[in-house]
Nanobody
Framework: VQFVESGGGLVQPGGSLRLSCKVSGTDFSVYTMGWYRQAPGKQRELVASITGGGSENYESFVKGRFVISRDNSKDTVYLQMNGLKSEDTAVYYC?????????????WGQGTQVTVST
């Protein structure tokens, strides 16, 4: 499996970004997909997930600001990030959530850097 994340960048507080993650090498539509992030010096954490059928779930720290979506015809999952805060600064990745704090696939993409700063 391959994950290719894109869409990150430098944005001011309160701004917006839309991340994309193209997945290849597996049957994308059957998996729940998740967006993760890792800030400097911190562990990687799950941000949001979406089932194959489109049911969404969000961690409390992004609820109401971020929206996860997917296009099964394009094997791509998206993360629309609004109202960005400095604490959202991190490298963002996608993968398949599995059990408690695990991922189904051991491999990760290169991630996409999101920096929220003035």
């Amino acid at each position: 499996v391959q994950f290719v994340e894109s869409g990150g960048g430098l944005v001011q507080p309160g701004g917006s970004l839309r991340l994309s993650c193209k997945v290849s090498g597996t049957d994308f539509s059957v998996y729940t997909m998740g967006w993760y992030r890792q800030a400097p010096g911190k562990q990687r954490e799950l941000v949001a997930s979406i089932t194959g059928g489109g049911s969404e779930n969000y961690e409390s720290f992004v609820k109401g600001r971020f929206v996860i979506s997917r296009d099964n015809s394009k094997d791509t999952v998206y993360l629309q990030m609004n109202g960005l805060k400095s604490e959202d600064t991190a490298v963002y990745y996608c993968n398949v959530p599995w059990g408690d704090d695990n991922t189904y696939f051991a491999s990760w993409g290169q991630g996409t850097q999101v920096t929220v700063s003035t």
